[in-house]
């Protein structure tokens, strides 16, 4: 994500946020960020089960606007 001021990254659920060091619902998380201008953020699933299916969405947001990109896991 590139943006000026830098982005706030978000990452979703089921519409619900996902937490850095979650677990629970068949999962657990760890969001990892890098980056100032250019920011890149990564959404790692450990030991996830028929239970960390759901659709997904990470968010980046500034005071010029935002963007999504969205992904299920069936």
């Not at 706030?8 to 979650?22: A, M, T």
């Not at 250019?38 to 500034?62: F, H, M, P, W």
């Amino acid at each position: 994500v590139r943006g000026t001021p830098p982005a706030n990254i978000s990452w979703y659920r089921d519409g619900l946020p996902v937490r850095n060091g979650s677990s629970g619902r068949g999962l657990s998380v760890v969001i990892t960020e890098h980056g100032q201008e250019v920011k890149t953020s990564q959404l790692i699933l450990y030991n996830s089960d028929d239970r960390a299916a759901g659709n997904y969405q990470c968010r980046a947001e500034n005071p010029a606007g935002k963007d999504e990109m969205n992904f299920t896991l069936g």
